[in-house]
């Protein structure tokens, strides 16, 4: 399909160990944005990407997140020595061009689950 | 004090009802005001998209938003077991940075 695409779904996996979420964009958006998704809360903002940039990382909780966004389209976040409070759901959105205006479009996130 | 609050709910209406949903927000900053809906194990999907005070109809969907008040609501008439979602209200200042509330989770029962 054209829309925004995350994988994987659904990964589990155990405290201390490192995970790459991938995010792919409907192509020629060139925003990018990640969110995290924890149970009973909203959407809490991590981080922006226009183009390959990251003008804005406010919102990554550690220095164990980070973030890359290469050629301008395809998005990984890793989380290093994962911990049980990044359990949650991690949604990534594109938009056409930043304004106030823009719609952002949301992947179906991938649920991550650290024991 | 979280910027956006919404009560979570949920909230559960017979077929025909009409839903009410609302946040609060305390940051006057925020000039542009939406509403996602979100279907178990997928993205939110954008609803009602409002910039001023007043009302936006879109067929049984109705945003309201009192800027004085801090205050908007969505409105679902003639709901539908179809509308059984989360319910996300969301606002940002004049740029990118979305704030969401914590999401209403409605079912309308048939």
């Known amino acids: 399909g054209a829309g925004v695409s995350q994988s994987p779904s659904n990964k589990v996996t155990e405290k201390g160990k490192d995970v790459e979420l991938r995010c792919d964009p409907i192509?020629?958006?060139?925003?990018l944005y990640w969110y995290r998704q924890s149970l009973g809360q909203g959407l809490e903002f991590l981080i922006y990407f226009q183009g390959n940039s990251a003008p804005d990382k406010s919102g990554l909780p550690s220095d164990r997140f980070s973030a890359e966004r290469t050629g301008g389209s395809v998005s990984t976040l890793t989380i290093q020595r994962t911990q049980q409070e990044d359990s949650a759901v991690y949604l990534c959105?594109?938009?056409?061009?930043?304004?106030?205006?823009?719609?952002?479009?949301f992947g179906p996130g991938t649920r991550l689950l650290v024991l | 004090q979280k910027e956006v609050e919404q009560d979570p709910g949920p909230l559960s209406v017979p077929e025909g009802a009409i839903v009410s949903l609302n946040c609060t927000y305390s940051?006057?900053?925020?000039?542009?005001f939406m509403w996602y809906r979100q279907y178990s194990r997928k993205g939110p999907e954008l609803l009602m998209y409002?910039?001023?005070?007043g009302n936006k109809e879109d067929g049984r969907f109705t945003a309201q938003v009192d800027k004085s008040s801090k205050y908007i609501s969505l409105f679902i008439r003639d709901s539908q077991p179809s509308d059984s979602a989360t319910y996300l209200c969301a606002m940002r200042r004049n740029d990118y940075k979305l704030s969401f509330g914590a999401g209403t989770t409605v079912t309308v029962r048939a």
């Open positions: 959105a594109s938009s056409l061009i930043r304004t106030a205006q823009e719609t952002q479009y």
């Open positions: 940051n006057s900053a925020f000039q542009y």
């Open positions: 192509s020629g958006h060139t925003a």
């Open positions: 409002t910039y001023s005070s």
